[in-house]
């Protein structure tokens, strides 16, 4: 019974991963296609916004392909860490600077003065923080705080907002795949993977992530911690 079992979730995985990677096909022939019509001299306004509406569509769906690819990787034990040594202070204020413009306001604050280096996977970690702080942007009121400090046995990343928080029940299934919640419009999460596909990431490091109530700001905290 057991074989069976892991022979069909096994046989299950080959298919989706399969389709996954045959619908890409298309769809390069798709952009092919959009890349050529977009340099039409002749085109109405309107053509031209139907263009882009399905240029939307096919980023959509290309995005869609890559957070569900990162998720089998995650679960198939495929997920390898490119480790390097970096200041984590640096590189997270380089992460936050993009949400400058964002029409919620995003504050950053350290805890600790010192220059802190840490050995990991910065562009898997910036996938965690940046799904993070998307979907803090979508939740909050108005303000999302992101907040480092550190002990001797780990560096914790927060990123709290003001929004109404996430209920008891959800909190007990919010990184189980395939749950959505209903404050949170981002993509990956959309279809329940972003918070699993994040804590399989942490997990890979040895760290963790959890989610509690922010005192500060009242909403959502989401933690997550990373050995030194």
């Known amino acids: 019974m057991g074989n069976s079992l892991k022979r069909l ?4 995985r080959n298919m989706s991963r399969f389709v996954a990677h045959e619908v890409r096909t298309p769809l390069s022939t798709m952009q092919f296609a959009l890349d050529s019509l977009k340099k039409e001299k002749n085109l109405s306004e309107s053509a031209r916004q139907k263009l882009s509406s399905i240029q939307e569509d096919v980023e959509d769906i290309n995005k869609l392909i890559a957070y569900f ?24 204020s380089g992460i936050v600077k993009k949400y400058a413009h964002a029409k919620k306001t995003v504050t950053i604050k ?10 990991a996977d910065p562009n898997l970690l ?4 940046d799904n993070l702080i998307t979907n803090a942007l979508k939740a909050a009121t108005q303000n999302v705080l992101i907040s480092l400090e550190t002990n001797e046995k780990y560096v914790e990343i927060h990123i709290e907002d003001d929004g109404q928080g996430i209920c008891a029940t959800e909190v007990e299934r919010i990184f189980e795949p395939f749950t959505t919640l209903n404050t949170d419009q981002n993509l990956s999460n959309h279809i329940g993977l972003g918070l699993t596909i994040a804590k399989s990431i942490m997990e890979l490091h040895k760290g963790s992530i959890m989610v509690s109530k922010s005192h500060q700001l009242g909403g959502a905290k989401f933690t997550i911690k990373l050995p030194r």
């Open 126 to 129: 910036k996938h965690v923080v």
């Open 9 to 12: 979730i096994q046989s299950q």
């Open 110 to 119: 350290s805890f600790t003065k010192e220059s802190l280096n840490v050995n």
């Open 69 to 92: 690819l990162l998720y089998y990787k995650s679960t198939s034990h495929e997920l390898k860490l490119k480790y390097e040594l970096f200041n984590i202070l640096a590189w997270l």
